[in-house]
């Protein structure tokens, strides 16, 4: 098993992990509700990951923004955000060992709680 230390394992991670959402059960809010444009989703993922684990500063935006008219079109609920938390931690297991793996999954349990959170509160504001 490979540590993960590289924009290049990034790349690797982000994508085999969103081919198993595009199988998965929350797929559809990739495809069907936020219609993502994969060829432009996938290299801000990519800078996404490489600021929060290596510190590069490559990501410009902001996450929690751009899930908000998601949100308000179809529900993203607790169980989602667990499904997408599961396969992420399937993919960094696989692929990944080592202290910026370990790291990849304990900031996303942090992402799904807070988002989970955000996208419930602001559904019983609406």
């Given at each position: 098993m490979k540590k993960l230390e590289s924009r290049q394992d990034i790349e690797l991670l982000v994508n085999s992990f969103y081919a198993k959402v595009a199988k998965s059960g929350i797929g559809f809010f990739f495809d069907d509700v936020a219609k993502v444009d994969w060829g432009a989703h996938l290299p801000k993922m990519y800078s996404f990951w490489e600021t929060l684990l290596f510190g590069q500063m490559s990501y410009k935006g902001n996450p929690m923004a751009a899930h908000f008219p998601i949100n308000e079109?179809?529900?993203?609920?607790?169980?989602?955000?667990?499904?997408?938390?599961?396969?992420?931690?399937?993919?960094?297991?696989?692929?990944?060992?080592?202290?910026?793996?370990?790291?990849?999954?304990?900031?996303?349990?942090?992402?799904?709680?807070?988002?989970?959170?955000?996208?419930?509160?602001?559904r019983r504001l609406a």
């Open positions: 079109a179809v529900p993203m609920e607790q169980q989602h955000f667990e499904t997408w938390l599961q396969l992420w931690t399937e993919t960094v297991e696989e692929n990944f060992e080592g202290e910026a793996a370990d790291a990849a999954i304990y900031k996303a349990g942090n992402i799904a709680r807070l988002m989970s959170h955000k996208m419930e509160m602001a």
